[in-house]
């Protein structure tokens, strides 16, 4: 268990539809992170959060909407997504982004755009 | 620019050793992670180094050399359960704000 979680576990959803995917870490961590995982690719920053401001949007298309209420929570809402969309969407957080300190990684939310 | 290269996949033997390497080109190095990551599973954090040398904890060893921009992970007395993708990772620090590039991963397939 490593203390970030992940819902839901699965998503499959057509092109015009609208969901939300969620994110906690229960390690008292300032900083949170989403990446996308696709296959033969490295994982890939989308965005950065440190203490619940927004500190990096890696080019990351409008229809990808980020949300982060407090620092222990971390949702991304998605709408009129693309079949390349499919991809595992990784959570993770850490102390806070200018320390050295390793990131903890939620199991992913497998995503796939019909 | 930044580019972290690793070998896509390797197999070994269950008791034998394996080396994956890593090679890395940042504009602000400030450290170097390894990940393991089983199929279907999260990353999870195996070592770190930011100075040069060899950093063992258990059955697994990460080295540093940051004027060759290199890294390898040793895994010694390989278990089946070692079977999984390696990540390489470089945390890259711009100003105040340090994100990790990660590598695309070295599958690792343990053979009895």
């Known amino acids: 268990e490593t203390g970030v979680t992940q819902t839901p576990r699965h998503l499959v959803m057509g092109m015009t539809n609208k969901k939300s995917l969620k994110c906690e870490q229960h390690?008292?961590?300032?900083?949170m992170y989403w990446y996308k995982q696709s296959a033969k690719k490295p994982l890939e920053l989308m965005f950065v959060?440190?203490?619940?401001?927004?500190?990096e949007n890696n080019s990351v298309p409008s229809r990808f909407s980020p949300e982060c209420p407090n620092s222990s929570h971390l949702f991304l809402h998605l709408h009129t997504l693309q079949p390349e969309d499919s991809a595992l969407y990784l959570c993770?957080?850490?102390?806070?982004?200018?320390?050295?300190?390793?990131?903890?990684f939620g199991p992913g939310t497998r995503l796939t755009v019909t | 620019g930044q580019n972290i290269d690793q070998p896509t996949e390797m197999t070994a033997t269950e008791g034998a050793i394996v080396q994956i390497n890593c090679t890395y080109q940042?504009?602000?190095?400030?450290?170097l992670f390894w990940y393991q990551q089983h199929a279907g599973e999260a990353p999870t954090f195996l070592s770190y180094?930011?100075?040069?040398g060899l950093e063992e904890k258990g059955r697994f060893s990460s080295f540093l050399s940051r004027s060759k921009g290199y890294s390898y992970l040793l895994l010694k007395e390989l278990q089946m359960k070692d079977s999984a993708s390696y990540l390489c990772?470089?945390?890259?620090?711009?100003?105040?704000?340090?994100?990790?590039?990660f590598g695309k991963g070295t599958k690792l397939s343990v053979k009895p």
């Open positions: 993770a957080s850490s102390q806070d982004m200018r320390t050295s300190g390793e990131q903890y």
């Open positions: 390690l008292g961590h300032n900083a």
């Open positions: 959060y440190n203490f619940k401001e927004q500190t």
């Open positions: 940042t504009s602000g190095f400030n450290g």
């Open positions: 180094n930011v100075l040069d």
């Open positions: 990772a470089v945390r890259d620090q711009r100003g105040s704000q340090g994100n990790l590039i």
